[in-house]
């Protein structure tokens, strides 16, 4: 099946510093990647969606300037949470999706999980 | 208004003792339903996809089938290992929208 890689899997920083966390496909060039903020006991939350080569379509209520989303190839994304703060604490999960062959399924990175002190 | 809905919200079976989790939905233009396992501290690992009403798929225990407004997912005499938040995920045109998930405790 379809692999995709999330990293770190875990990270702890310093409120006011930034994190980047990378979403790699690893046997499929995706179409689409997504994000997801995920809080305790809760479903998924879509914070972006994203296409190769063009600027990610945040959903509302999710800062842009908060958090920055490169998805510069085929294979990978990025998501960098800016001047992070105690509030941005959460667990991250990045999707991808390929079109044509596996018709839109979205397969999930194992998640970041963010502790902003 | 595009909704997905899942229920019950927590289940706590025997091993052995069958049952069924419901996904219900309301929206436009339905281009597939999908079913996901994540277990607690790991992202959604993807188990099923239905396209059209009628359709059925099976994987081990699990049985999931689809009609016009929801979408069932059956454990046959589930295992311990089977514990874990189903999800239910379906595709309206551009947009995905998730349930709340099913949370299955299954007790030896």
């Known amino acids: 099946g379809a692999v995709v890689s999330q990293h770190p899997s875990r990270v702890i920083c310093k409120s006011g510093t930034s994190v980047k966390i990378e979403c790699r496909s690893l046997?499929?060039?995706?179409?689409?990647m997504f994000w997801y903020r995920q809080f305790p006991k809760q479903s998924l939350m879509l914070m972006a969606t994203s296409n190769e080569g063009s600027k990610a379509t945040y959903e509302q209520g999710v800062e842009k300037d908060k958090f920055l989303i490169n998805h510069a190839s085929l294979t990978l994304s990025t998501l960098t949470v800016t001047s992070a703060h105690p509030e941005d604490s959460s667990f991250y999960i990045c999707?991808?999706?390929?079109?044509?062959?596996?018709?839109?399924?979205?397969?999930f990175g194992a998640g970041t999980r963010l502790s902003v002190l | 208004e595009d909704q997905v809905t899942q229920s019950p919200e927590a289940l706590r079976l025997q091993e052995g003792e069958s049952s069924s989790l419901n996904c219900s939905y309301t929206v436009s233009g339905l281009r597939g339903l999908f079913w996901y396992r994540q277990d607690p501290g790991k992202g959604p690992e993807f188990l099923f996809t239905l396209y059209s009403a009628g359709e059925e798929k099976e994987k081990e225990r699990l049985k999931a089938t689809l009609t016009k407004k929801e979408s069932f997912l059956h454990i046959t005499a589930p295992k311990p290992e089977d514990s874990a938040t189903y999800l239910c995920?379906?595709?309206?045109?551009?947009?995905?929208?998730f349930g709340t998930g099913t949370s299955l405790t299954v007790i030896p």
């Open positions: 046997d499929f060039q995706a179409t689409t």
């Open positions: 995920a379906v595709q309206a045109l551009s947009q995905f929208y």
């Open positions: 999707s991808a999706a390929e079109h044509l062959v596996a018709k839109n399924i979205q397969y």
